[in-house]
């Protein structure tokens, strides 16, 4: 009876070190907010009252150091609207029940055998390089397979990624190559980078018409010359095959303060001519963003874009950020001059030579709990439109709140 026990637990303990051998990990990371957000365009009688809750889940799901996979899910309703209860948005009406589930992410990450090469394939956040603010190329989600290597101070990546491929009668493809190279040079660092766009039919992307290849080329680039000062530095150089190229400048110096970090900010981006040329063509150009009002630089739920992109337009801006005096309680207030770089003024979001506005941000951030954040986003702009569908805008104003847990 004795020997049977011992077999017995000597057998337990063997399958138990072989589960714990094949174990697989699940780690849960996320974010859920809720808030509100408040926009008014003078001249519009539809002012923008919403308010927005999202839930983002991400799901690690890793076997070993060398192989794991990745979900990022989204759930987001507006509320009082229901969009049929499908789609995102959705669901926020009496009854609350809706399909509002949206997939960011999901990609697989492995390292290839007795190698260093990183591989991650499927849906995935792709960015090119931007050391002021994101690419104003390409900074989202989208189906790709990277291939990464490092070599001492220097980091090699290559990618292909496929934003839009329709079938049917309309059948248009794009694919994207790139690759970009990271070099620490201590002091500095530099990466410059390549992208090429093959495009086969006529590709509607968001109202953005690709008919032909493209490319683009560029470097990003940041320094610290002397003690808490930071420079950084994104310049790219992009054409269509038959079209005027364009292309965008953007540079900030910063210095770290006791308690703040004031930086002076510029950029200068092309814009259209007569012709219709001369912007830079982009694949996703909202996280270009250089104010509340203007790209994805709101920090409130539903205002994004309101002057549009920083695409065909140049500015020059005074930040202060981290402003810190009570403890938990953060600030970021930003002055900043835009104006518009193209020949003819069309709307809020594309501007003229002659259309301006003076733009006033503040941000404050309150850590009310180790991972629960409340945040407060005023926006208001003087406009000066000289023409086009926005000539009668004088100015603009946003208010949001948000209540933001981190798990």
């Known amino acids: ?143 790709a397979i990277v291939l990464s290597q490092s070599f001492d101070s220097v980091e090699l990546t290559g990618f292909f990624a496929r934003p839009y491929d329709s079938t049917g009668s309309n059948s248009s493809t794009m694919d994207l190559f790139g690759g970009v190279v990271a070099a620490d040079l201590g002091v500095a660092t530099i990466s410059p980078y390549f992208m090429f766009a093959n495009v086969s039919g006529s590709v509607d992307a968001d109202g953005n018409i690709f008919n032909d290849d493209l490319y683009w080329a560029g470097i990003s680039a940041e320094a610290a010359p002397m003690a808490n000062l930071a420079l950084a530095f994104d310049g790219v150089y992009g054409k269509e095959n038959g079209k005027d190229a364009g292309f965008a400048l953007a540079g900030k110096a910063a210095y770290t303060t006791e308690f703040m970090v004031p930086a002076l900010v510029a950029w200068y981006a092309s814009g259209n001519d007569d012709d219709g040329e001369g912007r830079m063509r982009s694949i996703d150009d909202d996280d270009f963003s250089m104010t509340t009002l203007i790209g994805a630089g709101a920090m409130g739920p539903d205002s994004d874009n309101v002057f549009g992109s920083a695409l065909g337009k140049w500015g020059v801006g005074l930040q202060f950020e981290e402003i810190s005096f009570v403890e938990k309680l ?24 002659d259309d301006s506005a003076t733009e006033f941000d503040v941000s404050t951030i309150y850590s009310m709990y180790d991972d629960l954040d409340l945040l407060v986003d005023f926006a208001y702009a003087v406009t000066d439109f000289d023409s086009g569908a926005a000539a009668d805008v004088d100015n603009v104003f946003k208010a949001a709140a948000i209540v933001q847990y981190n798990f």
């Open 1 to 143: 009876m004795k020997r049977f026990i011992v077999l017995a637990l000597a057998a337990c303990m063997i399958l138990s070190a072989a589960a714990g051998a094949s174990a697989t990990e699940f780690k849960v990371s996320g974010s859920m907010w809720a808030g509100y957000d408040y926009v008014n365009i003078d001249s519009s009688s539809d002012d923008t009252n919403n308010f927005i809750q999202r839930m983002d889940t991400q799901v690690d799901i890793i076997a070993t150091e060398n192989l794991s996979a990745t979900t990022l899910f989204r759930i987001e309703q507006t509320w009082g609207q229901s969009g049929n209860n499908l789609g995102a948005g959705s669901g926020g009406a009496l009854g609350a029940d809706g399909v509002n589930v949206s997939t960011l992410r999901a990609y697989v990450d492995f390292l290839v055998p007795s190698t260093s090469l990183k591989v991650r394939a499927g849906i995935q956040g792709l960015g090119l390089p931007g050391a002021v603010t994101a690419s104003s190329v390409l900074d989202n989600d989208v189906a």
């Open 330 to 353: 953060s600030h970021t207030v930003r002055v900043t001059y835009v104006r518009g770089t193209n020949d003819a003024s069309e709307d809020i979001t594309n501007w003229g030579d």
